[in-house]
């Protein structure tokens, strides 16, 4: 498994009221919305990089994975061309857009099943050697 690295400046999430809780009292999902920018090139281009990524980011954050991913490379435009990410998990998915033009990548963790960002946060940025991130952690009522 890859280790994070240190960032010298921190993920920084925003802070997201609280949505109404679900009939069972608790929220019904979570949902990290990350941008990674300034990426390496060969690991964001490389599907077997994005293969691994995904796999071992469910296994860091216990989520089982359902069936293989689907990771395509298309685009004609070159702003937005690159693979795309699409892995089922149990509860939810994680999908994810690496364009190649810009060294960046745009991903999604949804799951109805508790984790932590940050711990995810810290492996994409690492697995991808992300020089900025932003990022959104939401829990969906």
């Known amino acids: 498994m890859i280790e994070p690295k240190t960032l010298t400046a921190p993920l920084t999430f925003m802070t997201i009221p609280e949505p109404e809780k679900s009939a069972a009292g608790s929220p019904w999902g979570w949902h990290l919305v990350l941008n990674l920018y300034d990426c390496k090139s060969e690991l964001i281009t490389s599907a077997e990089v ?14 089982r994975r359902f069936g293989e991913p689907s990771i395509v490379n298309f685009g004609d435009e070159p702003r937005v061309a690159g693979y795309s990410l699409v892995q089922l998990i149990e509860t939810s998915n994680i999908c994810g857009h690496f364009a190649n033009e810009s060294n960046a ?6 799951s109805c099943k508790a984790f932590d960002p940050q711990a995810a946060a810290d492996f994409c940025v690492a ?13 969906r009522g």
Request: hydrophobic share 60%; proline share 0%.
């Open 105 to 110: 990548a745009y991903l999604d963790i949804f």
């Open 127 to 139: 697995m991808f050697e992300a020089k900025e991130a932003k990022g959104v952690f939401i829990s």
């Open 50 to 63: 994005i293969k691994r990524f995904v796999v071992e980011l469910c296994e860091l954050i216990r989520m």
